[in-house]
């Protein structure tokens, strides 16, 4: 199977940045579809940012277009979340995700096949 592991989370001030990693098993990466969603305490998981199998389309969610950036490195088999003006509420367990095979850009948790086993990440105000 697929395997994903995430790194990169960790507590962070408002107004900072950081950067979320996603390494993913498989010689075939290029084909998957990636995406990062998350979770904080008492909500539903939800859609962050994803990325088609060549990195040629990303998508966000409204609550964070313009601050996040989700990017991809086939040749290394990873893909990034880059996270700046981090805000409180962005506060939550990421998810890193791949649709395999994957030949579009997906939004829904339900069209992804794996899923890594998160990284918290905390802002504080």
């Known amino acids: 199977q697929v395997q994903l592991v995430e790194s990169g989370g960790g507590l962070v001030q408002a107004g900072g940045s950081l950067s979320l990693s996603c390494a993913a098993s498989g010689r075939t990466f290029s084909t998957y579809a990636m995406g990062w969603f998350r979770q904080a305490p008492g909500k539903e998981r939800e859609f962050v940012a994803a990325?088609?199998?060549?990195?040629?389309?990303?998508t966000y969610v409204d609550s964070v277009q313009g601050r996040f950036t989700i990017s991809r490195d086939n040749a290394k088999n990873t893909v990034h979340l880059q996270m700046n003006s981090l805000k409180p509420e962005d506060t939550a367990v990421y998810y890193c995700a791949t649709k395999q095979p994957g030949a579009y850009i997906y939004t829904r948790a339900n069209q992804y096949n794996y899923w890594g086993q998160g990284t918290q990440v905390t802002v504080s105000s």
């Open positions: 990325i088609n199998w060549s990195g040629s389309e990303t």
